[in-house]
Nanobody, 116 residues
Framework: QVQLVESGGGLVQPGGSLRLSCVAS????????MGWYRQAPGKEREFVAR????????NSADSVKGRFTISRDNAKNTVYLQMNILKPEDTAVYFC?????????WGQGTQVTVSS
């Protein structure tokens, strides 16, 4: 059974940091491009960052460039999103995504709230 389980969300003050984790099971992580997306209340889900199967060519949305870093540890079946200098507009549910060919998997999401 394919599963993506996110963790690490929570409440943080502006300027703070969080690290999200996504643990994968039921498929071979190293064969998949992995990404993070987010959805704020009343808005559509948007791209945050993505990393290729071997860990190269990470890319991120302009809104988070220089603040967020995506990484992966295929041996641990885990993908990370390090989020620094968080802003109130980063508040959203963050989703992990796995893509390979026609396969496209999503996690249930983890809430990140940035507020003083």
């Amino acid at each position: 059974q394919v599963q993506l389980v996110e963790s690490g969300g929570g409440l943080v003050q502006p300027g703070g940091s969080l690290r999200l984790s996504c643990v994968a099971s039921g498929f071979t992580l190293r064969q998949y491009s992995m990404g993070w997306y987010r959805q704020a209340p009343g808005k559509e889900r948007e791209f945050v960052a993505r990393i290729s199967p071997n860990g190269g060519r990470p890319n991120s949305a302009d809104s988070v460039k220089g603040r967020f870093t995506i990484s992966r540890d295929n041996a641990k079946n885990t993908v990370y999103l390090q989020m620094n200098i968080l802003k109130p507009e980063d508040t959203a549910v963050y989703f992990c995504n796995a893509q390979s060919g026609y396969n496209n998997y999503w996690g249930q999401g983890t809430q990140v709230t940035v507020s003083s």
